[in-house]
């Protein structure tokens, strides 16, 4: 006997169906018809920029993750700016997404696993009244406190109804493009704006590798990454939550990361949090050698392989273990003696002895993949 579906959401589904009628077909009829001002093609992509690194940089990784600090005009800017995102409020969306990072890939519990398929993560966790969308804003209290994000909550249906509709049918009447504008600026930029969000719990679960967490379905992907703010680097992400970065490296795509780091250094931003260089090696490392040894366990030379490989992880754990023994004794020595120009710069030769120890250590284990796989 199958499961019944949980109720439809009729006001979510209106809602999906009028903005895709509006954006999808609506903007691009009136385009082929009466074209649009270059002032509507400005606000819309103002309009696209701004809405989704509130959401990134803001929702996420200010609010929902606490990666950093920001001062009240940076905060004040998501909060209006992320309710033109129609996202619904701060507290609403680090609620469930603080649960969707607590149970991920958790049918039961994670509100848009995808492990009840792409399309549940992507829009269908909204259309009905599953269980594990409910709102537990036990999530967020820390986040009640913060004035701004109350304010927000308090008022976000006239702040969504102000930025999506007020904002451009008076951007629209200065311009002499009222349609244009509400059509582009507002439907189009909205409807094109969130798919690129919900693909962050669909494709970001589904499209790449999973180079430093094995243990749950996120990814790391380039592609995505365009399509989502930087946000597609998801596997690092989900494996260190607590860095403001999802791109770590300085060439991959991630405004997010860029305007956080930009905000820093304008006094706007504070007290950013980055995962130590040596724990992200560790991850891509341990990664490496769970792979290596599924690999080898069905090959007929495993054998041949296997005291190398164990060689390899004893050195890898003796690294982890005296990274440790270093962590242990900046801890002991205390503030002061961190002030110490000599013993800051000796700790600081250890780590960066043990992260070279790390990094040769993943060229060895990358040659032997390709020995194995060429046996």
């Given amino acids: 006997m199958t499961q019944e579906k949980p109720r439809l959401v009729y006001e979510n589904l209106t809602f999906f169906i009028a903005i895709a009628v509006l ?15 270059g002032w509507t093609w400005a606000f819309a992509g103002i309009f696209w920029v701004l809405s989704g690194l509130s959401i990134t940089a803001g929702y996420h990784r200010l609010w929902s993750h606490r990666t950093y600090k ?20 701060v507290l609403v969306w680090c609620a469930r997404h603080r649960v969707h990072h607590r149970y991920v890939d958790d049918v039961e519990r994670d509100p848009h696993s995808i492990k009840s398929g792409f399309w549940h ?3 269908g966790w909204m259309l009905r009244r599953y269980p594990t969308s409910e709102i537990d804003f036990d999530q967020v209290r820390d986040l009640e406190r913060d004035p701004i994000v109350a304010w927000q909550h308090r008022h976000y249906w006239p702040l969504t109804w102000g930025m ?8 629209g009447w200065l311009v002499g493009d009222i349609v244009g504008m509400v059509l582009l600026a507002g439907a189009f930029r909205l409807a ?27 990814r790391d992907s380039g592609v995505v990454a365009l399509l989502t703010w930087g946000e597609g680097y998801h596997n690092f992400h989900h494996a260190f939550q607590a860095d403001y970065r999802n791109g770590i490296s300085w060439w991959q795509f991630d405004p997010g990361k860029w305007l956080i780091a930009a905000a820093s250094w304008m006094g706007l931003a504070y007290e950013l949090r980055r995962t130590p260089r040596f724990k992200i090696r560790r991850a891509r490392l341990q990664v490496q050698f769970r792979e290596l040894q599924e690999r080898l366990a069905g090959s007929p030379d495993a054998m041949t392989w296997s005291e190398t490989l164990e060689r390899e992880y004893q050195q890898f754990k003796d690294t982890v273990a005296q990274w440790q023994a270093v962590q242990a004794e900046r801890v002991a020595a205390g503030k002061a003696a961190i002030r110490d120009k000599w013993r800051r710069t000796e700790l600081s030769t250890r780590y960066r002895e043990l992260e070279y120890r790390l990094k040769m250590q993943a060229r060895r284990l990358a040659t032997l993949r390709q020995a194995a796989a060429a046996a």
């Fill in 70 to 89: 920001a001062a009240w005009p940076l905060r004040l800017f998501f909060a209006v700016f992320g309710a033109q995102s129609l996202q619904n409020s």
């Fill in 23 to 37: 954006g999808f077909v609506a903007a691009p009829a009136w385009f082929f018809m009466y074209g649009f001002s």
């Fill in 164 to 171: 999506n509709l007020g904002l451009p049918l008076l951007l």
């Fill in 192 to 218: 094109f704006s969130q798919q690129c969000t919900f693909f962050i719990n669909s494709l970001a679960h589904t499209l790449g590798k999973r180079t430093h967490n094995l243990e749950n379905t996120a």
């Fill in 121 to 123: 993560a992507h829009m």
